[in-house]
């Protein structure tokens, strides 16, 4: 995982590239309660390599392995101060790529519209596509492009999000990268984390993930109308879900045809009027 490999490395250097001006920004300040739990750190046992391994090498790998995730846990709490001090509810949606999240996201927004005002951070390896389509459909949205690394981070999302107008909106949609694997390690400083599974990946998903589906206040089983073409099993998914996530609020959704749609968008509601209310 990220945290082993270290592709969570030379953060500065990226958002300065990719974040045009980021580097006049000033991350938010600390505070404010921690949502979810996620997967415990590694011990860097993975990276021993027998006679190989230069003498105190896994020792050094540990140190730098808690370095990394305690500075983004630092950096999460300050964020997460930060947006509750505005008033703003956020939302870190992760999944594989090809689930569904920008479609769900622009549907999110265009249901949302003249009840909340939203705007997006999309976080990609490569391109701005994702971010053209929500800006076509009216959403403020900032790019984040990650290049090699894989997840997040909270730096990243303190130095993106002044860049919109943060004192006019009432829900930050954070759009990671398209992966399984490492963002469940990375606190970005959201309110709720909603990890997405669409029919077409195969029930078993939550099986073969289960930190980031654990980690999930949220869990929304989407392209719900392609179940039948797909062969999904429904009830073996839930299953799932429900050993995996049993902690989880499930929402099955198509942004397609809108099926499931309405109870998603007053769940935000709902959220958003417990952030107002809990503000300072």
Known sequence: MCKECGCGLGVDEMLHEHIPGAEHHHAPHSGGPHHHQHAPASTGAAHSSGSDQAPGSEAQTVTIQRSLLEKNERLAERNRGFFQAKKLLVLNVLSSPGSGKTTLIQQTAIGLRGRLRLGVIVGDLATDNDAARLRDAGV???????????????????????????????????????????????????????????????????????????????????????????????????????????????????????????EWLEFLEQQHALIKASAP
Not at 142 to 161: D, K, P, S
Not at 163 to 176: F, G, P
Not at 179 to 193: F, I, K, S, T, W
Not at 199 to 214: A, N, Q, S
């Open 140 to 262: 403020p949205v900032v790019q984040i492009t990650t290049g090699t690394v894989c997840h997040l981070e909270a730096e990243m999302i303190a130095r993106a999000a002044p860049q919109l107008d943060l004192d006019n909106l009432d829900v930050l949609i954070i759009e990671n990268v398209g992966n399984l694997v490492c963002p469940a390690d990375y606190d970005l400083g959201e309110a709720v984390r909603v990890v997405l599974l669409s029919v077409t990946e195969g029930e078993d998903k939550p099986l073969k993930y289960p930190p980031i589906f654990h980690s999930a206040n949220v869990v929304l089983v989407t392209k719900s109308d392609l179940a039948a073409a797909a062969g999904f099993d429904r009830d073996t998914a839930l299953t799932h879900l429900r050993h995996i996530s049993h902690h989880a609020r499930l929402f099955e959704v198509s942004a397609k045809t809108g099926a499931g749609m309405a």
